[in-house]
């Protein structure tokens, strides 16, 4: 079992950035952030193994960061230039080498327009 603590979010402007981080209790392969907004499926934003290796949705590229600390087990997702449609909960996710899943409670990112 993994617990996932996430930290960060909450309101802020178009345009404006916002930082996540995840930390988990032990060493994972490969944590991320997915994100639900109202009415929609949960997708994918942007994960990372423990090697480094990043994937990103194609409506984040280029705007968020996701980078990963493996001596604190935390990942951090670094938010810039947010639009309104980025509002959402974000949540923490981890995978074992397993492809078992481990999610956060979530954090929600609000971005006024």
């Given at each position: 079992q993994v617990q996932l603590v996430?930290?960060?979010?909450?309101?802020v402007q178009a345009g404006g950035s916002l930082?996540?981080?995840c930390t988990a209790s032990r060493?994972?392969?490969?944590?991320?952030?997915?994100?639900?907004?109202?009415?929609?499926?949960r997708e994918l934003v942007a994960t990372i193994t423990?090697?480094?290796?990043?994937?990103?949705?194609?409506?984040?590229?280029?705007?968020?960061t996701i980078s990963r600390d493996n001596a604190k087990n935390?990942?951090?997702?670094?938010?810039?230039?947010l639009k309104p449609e980025d509002t959402a909960v974000y949540y923490c996710n981890?995978?074992?080498i397993f492809a078992t899943m481990f999610w956060g409670q979530g954090t929600q990112v609000?971005?006024?327009?």
């Open positions: 996430e930290s960060g979010g909450g309101l930082r996540l981080s060493s994972i392969f490969r944590m991320g952030w997915y994100r639900q907004a109202p009415g929609k499926q423990s090697g480094g290796i990043p994937n990103y949705a194609d409506s984040v590229k280029g705007r968020f935390t990942v951090y997702l670094q938010m810039n230039s981890a995978r074992d609000t971005v006024s327009s």
